[in-house]
């Protein structure tokens, strides 16, 4: 079976492989997992192995997961090895990064019953030297750095989370990357279950959302367009708003102005949206008054407590896999504070301990969590 050794630092070689990717072969394998996961997987009779890693954002992560995974079984069964007779480790993963081995491990547990778990959480960087034959895993791990390649690196406390991100970049990942109707799950909930409950619980009253770290501000667009849609088609009568907030002043000040510079696919999928609620000239769209009114973009640091209250939903994407956990509860603390009852509030993957002990309830279809 896969056995797992802690090293010091200076005790290990160098890594020769980095970052995303599946390495196959007979011989040792070291691999620069920086912080995130890895997975191991080993024939038994210790004639050939794998270790499959990916330091990918949020949205590309399961699916370069589920592609590295296919294509090592498939390399297995060329060699006559199934995946039930394989022996498979995860191991890895800083607090940080916690999400991706959440992730990894859903991917993998279809396939590979038997997983055996090793290594802890924490700011750690590591290198790990896999030897198939040995089915021995040796695990050098330091403090993450700033100056270490992995973008989750860029010491991610609460208290310092927000200078890797106010300086635009965090360890080579655009963090203030942003798009048009970018968590395609939040728009399905609106539809299917916020607007609904609001609509039935308290149809005369505000209906008011916050998009919390909205970057440029599409995101914002975004949700107002498709409430105002959903409110227009339902006959509803309440006035609604989106607040939409971001540490960054200057993206607030841009996301003020309404006018985007939109890439191909946008226009091809929501040339529809930007004409009804703009106007469309090449590729830039200019948002009109009728929806403009209907936004306030301000400054926020989610860090503070919100004086807003009486939201029916806050979606905050893409922001948590950069903060660690106790960041993450103050965050949602926040939000639970600041939400209605029913209130729904979306933020991405998040560990099962932090989930119970701030009493959410997972909506699971959805991604997101109810506060009752
Ligand atoms: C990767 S962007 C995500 C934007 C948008 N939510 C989306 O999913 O497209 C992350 C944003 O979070 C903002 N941010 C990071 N830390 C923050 C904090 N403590 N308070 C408010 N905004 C923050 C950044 O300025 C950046 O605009």
Redo the contacts with the bound molecule.
């Keep these: 079976m896969i056995g797992f050794k802690l090293l010091h630092e200076k005790n290990h070689s160098s890594a020769t492989h980095k970052g995303t990717g599946a390495w196959f072969g007979s011989k040792p394998i070291n691999v620069d997992i920086g912080q995130n996961p890895v997975f191991l997987l080993r024939a038994p009779d210790g004639s050939v192995g794998a270790a499959i890693s990916s330091n990918d954002s949020a949205n590309a992560y399961k699916q370069a997961l589920i592609t590295l995974v296919k294509n090592t079984l498939d390399r297995f069964s060329r060699g006559g090895f199934s995946a039930a007779s394989l022996e498979a480790a995860m191991l890895g993963g800083a607090e940080n990064a916690r999400w991706k081995w959440d992730r990894m491990l859903e991917i993998v547990r279809n396939d590979f019953t038997n997983i055996k778990k090793f290594d802890e959480g924490g700011l750690y960087y590591r290198i790990i030297h896999f030897d198939p034959k040995s089915g021995l895993a040796a695990v050098s791990r330091k403090k993450a750095n700033p100056d270490d390649w992995n973008p989750a690196s860029a010491k991610l406390s609460i208290e310092s989370?927000?200078k890797g991100?106010?300086e635009g970049h965090a360890g080579g990942v655009v963090?203030?990357?942003?798009?048009f109707f970018?968590?395609k799950t939040t728009f399905t909930a609106l539809r299917e279950v916020v607007i609904p409950a609001h609509l039935a619980e308290t149809p005369d009253a505000p209906f008011l959302f916050w998009s919390a770290?909205?970057?440029a501000g599409a995101?914002a667009y975004s949700y107002a367009m498709y409430i105002h849609r959903l409110l227009t088609r339902a006959k509803a009568t309440c006035p609604f708003k989106v607040f939409a907030?971001?540490?960054?002043q200057k993206?607030v000040e841009g996301a003020k102005t309404g006018v985007y510079k939109a890439n191909k696919n946008d226009i091809g999928e929501y040339r529809a949206y930007f004409r009804r609620y703009g106007e469309l000239d090449g590729d830039t769209v200019r948002f009109g008054k009728e929806i403009r009114q209907f936004i306030s973009f301000n400054t926020?640091?989610?860090?503070q407590r919100p004086r807003k209250k009486g939201f029916r939903m806050v979606v905050?994407?893409?922001?948590f896999q950069y903060y660690d956990d106790a960041a993450r509860s103050h965050f949602l603390e926040n939000f639970m504070s600041a939400v209605t009852r029913p209130g729904y509030i979306f933020v991405g993957p998040m560990r099962d301990p932090i989930i119970h002990a701030l009493g959410l309830k997972k909506l699971t279809k959805y991604k997101m969590f109810m506060v009752e």
């Excluded at 926020?300 to 860090?303: E, G, M, N, Q, S």
């Excluded at 905050?316 to 922001?319: E, F, S, T």
């Design positions: 989370g927000t991100f106010s963090a203030n990357a942003t798009r970018r968590e770290a909205c970057s995101e907030t971001d540490i960054n993206l926020f640091d989610l860090k905050c994407a893409n922001v």
